[in-house]
């Protein structure tokens, strides 16, 4: 332990592993402690005993539900986009070898109390229910619009500077109805509320288009893929990573002291009364407690259902987004659901969560639009837990820390968090273009 690192990393959840392995990759010496025995810290996987104990208190689940051992239920579920970044930074970090995905079933949207496929094209734009006869027509000219819109070619700009036009004026021109646009921004580009709108356009454009690409590319009935066995994998794919290039991982060290110099500047890291060096420190936001504030709380429900969630084509993965105008929110719910085909569950068993950002201390009175979709459910815990981001200066303190995650059920914002601390961290931006068919052949096995 006594000697000094580039960086030591604090917290083996899925932000800081990716961290971790990126920075090993670039040659840095890095060291990584866990306060627990187990990879993942608040994106950890459960089997089933675990998550009784976590939120039953005991240890003893039902035995109709099968063997505990044949359940990894992620904590902080998230599919990832195909095409999408975080699949890029696999990629890019050769983490894909140590890893196997599997396309998910569906991608679907919640409006006026019902569940719908979520139309990415102009073909499937003019099939969906979700739109009358005349709408269908716009919103086909403004999916054709998207699709043939490159940024290098002045043409298929039709006169419009993305840069500069935003994105409500974008779908003006295209004279779409609320609903449609309440569709495309919140199930196709992602966007967490409205504020979008106002902003300039080419941003929403071009996550359309990251859509429509990534659901192109398994042809299979949306653009998401997930790993087989959940995510619970991916923060030892990067352990074995970071000690492929001379990274050293430690688990259960009890407290993880960061210790300062008298200017306030991390200098290294004490546990069980030994102090490793180091230039910098990463970290989740429960070991520098008094260096993050509180943004809010996310509200979530876990379900161990025996079928798929009812009007999602018996998807056996699937994600539903109900947009907060539906329902009279500020912010969107999600529902995600996987299943025994991802090797997360027990045969024949489901495993649904239902997440938004909490707006009441109520979670079960909060979510219940959402569990409502669910039909029956074998079995359902309640949880919420609180938000961080940090709140200090890292260019005074060498502390560079990660934001809690949000209540999405995709990875894109959490992504980009990794890259923006990578960036702050290391001074430069991460490459990565990379050949994003490297990661095809373990989708489709």
Same mark, same amino acid.
């Given at each position: 332990?006594? !000697?000094?690192?580039?960086?030591?990393? +604090?917290?083996?959840?899925?932000?800081?592993?990716?961290?971790?392995?990126?920075?090993?990759? %670039?040659?840095?010496?890095?060291?990584?402690?866990?306060?627990?025995?187990?990879?993942?810290?608040?994106?950890?996987? +459960?089997?089933?005993?675990?998550?009784?104990?976590?939120?039953?208190?005991?240890?003893?689940?039902?035995?109709? +539900?099968?063997?505990?051992?044949?359940?990894?239920?992620? /904590?902080?579920?998230?599919?990832? /986009?195909?095409?999408?970044?975080?699949?890029?930074?696999?990629?890019?970090? %050769?983490?894909?070898?140590?890893?196997?995905?599997?396309? @998910?079933?569906?991608? *679907?949207?919640?409006?006026?109390?019902?569940?719908?496929? #979520?139309?990415?094209?102009?073909?499937?734009?003019?099939?969906?229910?979700? /739109?009358?006869?005349?709408?269908?027509? =716009?919103?086909?000219?403004?999916?054709?619009? @998207?699709?043939?819109?490159?940024?290098?070619?002045?043409?298929?700009?039709?006169?419009?500077?993305?840069?500069?036009? $935003?994105?409500?004026?974008?779908?003006?021109?295209?004279?779409?109805?609320?609903? $449609?646009?309440?569709?495309?921004?919140?199930?196709?580009?992602?966007?967490?509320?409205?504020?979008?709108?106002?902003?300039?356009?080419?941003?929403?454009?071009?996550?359309?288009?990251?859509?429509?690409?990534?659901?192109? =590319?398994?042809?299979?009935?949306?653009?998401?893929?997930?790993?087989?066995?959940?995510? &619970?994998?991916?923060?030892?794919?990067?352990? =074995?990573?970071?000690?492929?290039?001379?990274?050293?991982?430690?688990?259960?060290?009890?407290?993880?002291?960061?210790?300062?110099? &008298?200017?306030?500047?991390?200098?290294?890291?004490?546990?069980? &009364? !030994?102090?490793?060096?180091?230039?910098?420190?990463?970290?989740?936001?429960?070991?520098?407690?008094?260096?993050?504030?509180?943004?809010?709380?996310?509200?979530?429900?876990?379900?161990?259902?025996?079928?798929?969630?009812?009007?999602?084509?018996?998807?056996?993965?699937?994600?539903?987004?109900?947009?907060?105008?539906?329902?009279?929110?500020?912010?969107?719910?999600?529902?995600?659901?996987?299943?025994?085909?991802?090797?997360?569950?027990?045969?024949?068993?489901?495993?649904?969560? #239902?997440?938004?950002?909490?707006?009441?201390?109520?979670? !079960? @009175?909060?979510?219940?639009?959402?569990?409502?979709?669910?039909?029956?459910? %074998?079995?359902?815990?309640?949880?919420?837990?609180?938000?961080?981001?940090?709140?200090?200066?890292?260019?005074?303190?060498?502390?560079?820390?990660?934001?809690?995650?949000?209540?999405?059920?995709? *990875?894109?914002?959490?992504?980009? %968090?990794?890259?923006?601390?990578?960036?702050?961290?290391?001074?430069?931006?991460?490459?990565?273009?990379?050949?994003?068919?490297?990661?095809?052949?373990?989708?489709?096995?």
């Amino acid at each position: 332990m006594d !000697e000094e690192y580039d960086v030591i990393v +604090l917290g083996t959840g899925l932000k800081e592993c990716i961290l971790s392995g990126l920075l090993s990759v %670039d040659g840095l010496k890095v060291l990584h402690m866990d306060r627990n025995d187990y990879y993942g810290g608040e994106s950890t996987s +459960l089997n089933l005993t675990q998550l009784w104990k976590r939120f039953r208190g005991d240890d003893k689940p039902p035995e109709e +539900l099968g063997s505990s051992r044949e359940y990894n239920v992620d /904590m902080i579920p998230k599919f990832m /986009m195909a095409n999408g970044i975080f699949v890029r930074v696999l990629i890019h970090t %050769d983490v894909t070898k140590y890893l196997n995905f599997k396309a @998910v079933d569906g991608s *679907f949207v919640y409006n006026k109390g019902k569940i719908y496929k #979520v139309p990415a094209s102009d073909v499937e734009a003019l099939k969906s229910p979700l /739109m009358g006869l005349f709408e269908k027509r =716009r919103a086909r000219k403004f999916f054709i619009y @998207v699709q043939d819109y490159e940024e290098n070619d002045p043409k298929s700009h039709e006169g419009l500077d993305l840069n500069q036009v $935003t994105a409500r004026q974008l779908i003006s021109k295209y004279g779409l109805e609320d609903d $449609t646009i309440d569709f495309i921004g919140h199930a196709l580009a992602l966007h967490l509320d409205d504020g979008y709108l106002d902003e300039p356009a080419k941003d929403f454009v071009e996550r359309i288009k990251l859509y429509a690409e990534s659901l192109a =590319r398994f042809q299979g009935g949306s653009p998401y893929i997930y790993p087989l066995y959940g995510l &619970g994998e991916l923060p030892q794919a990067f352990a =074995r990573l970071s000690a492929v290039y001379g990274g050293t991982y430690m688990l259960n060290k009890p407290e993880c002291k960061v210790e300062f110099d &008298g200017d306030g500047r991390a200098i290294g890291v004490t546990s069980e &009364g !030994e102090t490793a060096k180091c230039k910098k420190v990463v970290c989740d936001p429960s070991y520098l407690p008094d260096k993050v504030r509180n943004i809010g709380k996310v509200a979530r429900a876990i379900c161990i259902m025996s079928h798929p969630i009812p009007d999602t084509n018996d998807s056996h993965s699937a994600q539903v987004i109900l947009p907060q105008k539906q329902l009279g929110r500020k912010s969107d719910m999600y529902l995600f659901c996987c299943s025994y085909s991802h090797n997360v569950a027990a045969k024949g068993k489901y495993i649904a969560f #239902v997440t938004t950002e909490a707006e009441t201390d109520q979670p !079960e @009175v909060e979510l219940k639009p959402g569990i409502d979709l669910l039909g029956p459910v %074998d079995e359902i815990f309640y949880d919420t837990y609180d938000r961080f981001v940090p709140s200090n200066d890292h260019e005074v303190d060498g502390c560079f820390i990660s934001g809690s995650y949000d209540a999405t059920t995709h *990875f894109e914002t959490s992504v980009k %968090d990794v890259l923006e601390m990578y960036s702050k961290i290391t001074g430069k931006t991460l490459d990565l273009s990379v050949d994003l068919s490297a990661a095809s052949a373990a989708a489709e096995e």
